[in-house]
T-cell receptor, first 113, second 109 residues
Framework: EPEVTQTPSHQVTQMGQEVILRCVPI?????FYWYRQILGQKVEFLVS????????KSEIFDDQFSVERPDGSNFTLKIRSTKLEDSAMYFC???????????FGSGTRLTVV | KNEVEQSPQNLTAQEGEFITINCSYS?????LHWLQQHPGGGIVSLFM???GKKKHGRLIATINIQEKHSSLHITASHPRDSAVYIC???????????FGEGTQLTVNP
């Protein structure tokens, strides 16, 4: 069964450093998403991406965050200057259509120290 | 602002019991998702519903659009069903999923 692949599975970074989280969505999917889950809290929407541009972003997704689809397969989330409160599990997801089911990746656990 | 509420927050059952988890939401939606999250953190999509009822194995999901309510049922529960079950809704105006807090289910042998 097709999968959404995320790398790395766990990343530890110093506060103020830049991190790039990587995702390979399912090949025929057109919609891509990033969500995050702070430990013990519910999953929160960050950004959706379609047709090579952001279609919607949340209040969390400020200027420190950016997304990119640098080639035909990868979808990345960059955090420019990490803060302690960015520590969370980050999930990538993709779907063929907004009204179809989503497939989630297994997540990247980001720890900012 | 859309609120998604699940009940109960925690549920402990004996193997074989019938389980029901409820979800209610406050605004119009185009779809509702039921998801499963295991202790390692990964999220698996179980169902996407926009009306009626869906069944997959021992899992059944129903939705009542007028009442803004959905239920997830597990028949003949098993310890391997132990996980967090999450309801998430896609609003009619937008592309974001809004998630509930999740229901921690523990099924004892």
């Amino acid at each position: 069964e097709p999968e959404v692949t995320q790398t790395p599975s766990h990343q530890v970074t110093q506060m103020g450093q830049e991190v790039i989280l990587r995702c390979v969505p399912i090949s025929n999917h057109l919609y891509f998403y990033w969500y995050r889950q702070i430990l013990g809290q519910k999953v929160e929407f960050l950004v959706s991406f379609y047709n090579n541009e952001i279609s919607e972003k949340s209040e969390i997704f400020d200027d420190q965050f950016s997304v990119e689809r640098p080639d035909g397969s990868n979808f990345t989330l960059k955090i420019r200057s990490t803060k302690l409160e960015d520590s969370a599990m980050y999930f990538c997801a993709s779907s063929e259509d907004q009204n179809y089911g989503y497939t989630f990746g297994s997540g990247t656990r980001l720890t900012v120290v | 602002k859309n609120e998604v509420e699940q009940s109960p927050q925690n549920l402990t059952a004996q193997e074989g019991e019938f389980i029901t988890i409820n979800c209610s939401y406050s605004v119009g939606i185009s779809a509702l998702h039921w998801l499963q999250q295991h202790p390692g953190g990964g999220i698996v999509s179980l169902f996407m519903l926009s009306s009626g009822k869906k069944k997959h194995g021992r899992l059944i999901a129903t939705i009542n659009i007028q009442e803004k309510h959905s239920s997830l049922h597990i028949t003949a529960s098993h310890p391997r069903d132990s996980a967090v079950y999450i309801c998430a809704v896609l609003e009619t105006s937008g592309s974001r999923l809004t998630f509930g807090e999740g229901t921690q289910l523990t099924v004892n042998p």
